[in-house]
Structures are given as structure tokens and as C-alpha cells.
């Protein structure tokens, strides 16, 4: 099994990192850009800021370095983010987690005209060590979205009040992997999808029938045998 590695971080003092489409998709931008050997100039050239879901990254840039790392999974909430990384270069996941993180704060400060750190500290990573750690993290980090779904909230807890309305509100989420691994066209340029899909095959399935099981569970103990 490749290294894999957990990265989330968060505002400092939880605040708000998102506030609109425009800082998600620059931050998505910034997944594709900063994923370079190179020394990172003049990060935001050639782009718009405008979320266009089908946007490729790939044809922004002509010249391109070694990948540092392989972008397995992602996620962007309101006040953190959400990524699982492997390394495509040694010591690639530092480095580009520094970049990402210095490169976006520096867009975000100038944005919105603030100052001082955006971020509460170094990105904490945690190491995928275990099988079951594998094969429950993409669905972890897919359905963080769901917290922003009332009656699914405690989905952690694996409580969901309709298994349809948590799938529904996930398709309609642009700022995951999800959509790309379901096979619909969202961001494909910054991710890398072979790893989980040789484990899960049709991955909109198997998250499918895991949200209906936790559906099923509240009520489990009322069914009749």
C-alpha cells in the first residue's frame, strides 16, 4: 500500500477561509499549480478566479516540473480543508503543503484586505497505517459536505436522516473529489483516482449502499426478525 497521508488544516481561530466560489476555486487552482517542483511566480497567471467546474488546469500551463505529490482525495469546508496525499517525490508532501498554504494565504490576505497569519499552524498529518483506516478515509472525506445538510449532521456518528437526500446534497457539492470519482467531470487535472478505484471499482455505489446502511441502522432495532 502507497504512504498515504490525511493533511487538513484550519483558520485560525476557526475562521473562515472560504467565503465564496471564488477563493474554493482558487484554492482548487492553487492544488494544480503548487503541485510543481519548480519555485512558485506569479501563482494566480492566466486565471479568472471564476469556478467553472469543467475548468482543466492542464491547458493553463505549457511547462510543468516534477509532481510533488498524487492529490488522492480532497475536501474544502468553511473554515478547513480536507486532502490525502501520497508522495510522488521525496519530500514532496512538505513542500507542497508549504506552498499551497503560504500561496493561498498570501491571495486571501490581499483579497480581503487583512493581515497576519491565515492558517492555526502547521498542517497536521496523519499517516494512513491501518487497512480499515484505508478503506473508510475516502468516504471520511467525502462526507464532510454533509455538515452543512440539516438532519445529517451526525453523520460521524453514523446517524443520517435520508440516505437519498445525503447522496443528492453530495452530487450537488462542487468542492470535493466526489463528482470525479463518481464519473462526472469536475476538477480531473489535480487528481489521481487509480489507487481507490482499483479497491472500490464503482466508487458511487459502494458510498451509495454504505449512507443507506447507516440510514438502515437507526431502525434496525424496531424491524421485526
Known amino acids: 500500500m502507497e504512504e498515504l497521508y490525511h493533511c487538513l488544516n484550519r483558520g485560525v481561530d476557526k475562521r473562515t477561509i472560504?467565503?465564496?466560489?471564488?477563493?474554493?476555486?482558487?484554492?482548487?487552482?492553487?492544488?494544480?499549480?503548487?503541485?510543481?517542483d519548480r519555485p512558485a511566480f506569479?501563482?494566480?497567471?492566466?486565471?479568472?478566479g471564476k469556478p467553472d467546474p469543467m475548468i482543466d488546469f492542464v491547458s493553463q500551463s505549457s511547462e510543468r516540473g516534477v509532481a510533488l505529490v498524487d492529490i488522492h482525495a480532497w475536501c474544502l469546508m468553511g473554515?478547513?480543508?480536507?486532502?490525502?496525499?501520497?508522495?510522488?517525490?521525496?519530500?514532496?508532501?512538505?513542500?507542497?503543503?508549504?506552498?499551497?498554504?503560504?500561496g493561498y494565504a498570501r491571495y486571501f490576505n490581499d483579497r480581503h484586505r487583512r493581515q497576519g497569519t491565515l492558517?492555526?499552524?502547521?498542517?497536521?498529518?496523519?499517516h494512513i497505517s491501518s487497512d480499515a483506516h484505508f478503506l473508510h478515509i475516502l468516504h471520511y472525506i467525502h462526507l464532510n459536505p454533509l455538515d452543512f445538510l440539516k438532519g445529517s449532521e451526525d453523520w460521524r456518528s453514523l446517524?443520517?436522516?435520508?440516505?437519498?437526500?445525503?447522496?443528492?446534497?453530495l452530487m450537488q457539492y462542487r468542492w470535493s473529489s466526489y463528482l470525479d470519482y463518481c464519473g462526472r467531470?469536475?476538477?480531473?487535472s489535480i487528481l489521481t483516482t487509480?489507487?481507490?478505484?482499483?479497491?472500490?471499482?464503482?466508487?458511487?455505489?459502494?458510498?451509495s449502499s454504505y449512507l443507506?446502511?447507516?440510514?438502515?441502522?437507526?431502525?434496525?432495532?424496531?424491524?421485526?426478525?
Do not use: C, M, W
Open 119 to 126: 492558517f492555526q499552524g502547521r498542517t497536521k498529518k496523519i
Open 159 to 169: 446517524r443520517v436522516k435520508s440516505a437519498k437526500q445525503a447522496l443528492s446534497h
Open 42 to 48: 506569479n501563482a494566480g497567471r492566466g486565471f479568472s
Open 79 to 102: 473554515n478547513h480543508y480536507h486532502l490525502l496525499l501520497s508522495e510522488a517525490k521525496e519530500g514532496g508532501v512538505s513542500l507542497f503543503l508549504r506552498k499551497l498554504n503560504v
Open 185 to 188: 467531470k469536475n476538477f480531473p
Open 18 to 36: 472560504f467565503t465564496d466560489n471564488r477563493d474554493r476555486a482558487r484554492f482548487v487552482h492553487d492544488l494544480y499549480e503548487f503541485n510543481d
Open 194 to 207: 487509480g489507487l481507490f478505484r482499483d479497491v472500490f471499482g464503482n466508487y458511487g455505489s459502494v458510498l
Open 212 to 225: 443507506k446502511d447507516i440510514e438502515l441502522s437507526d431502525v434496525k432495532p424496531y424491524l421485526l426478525e
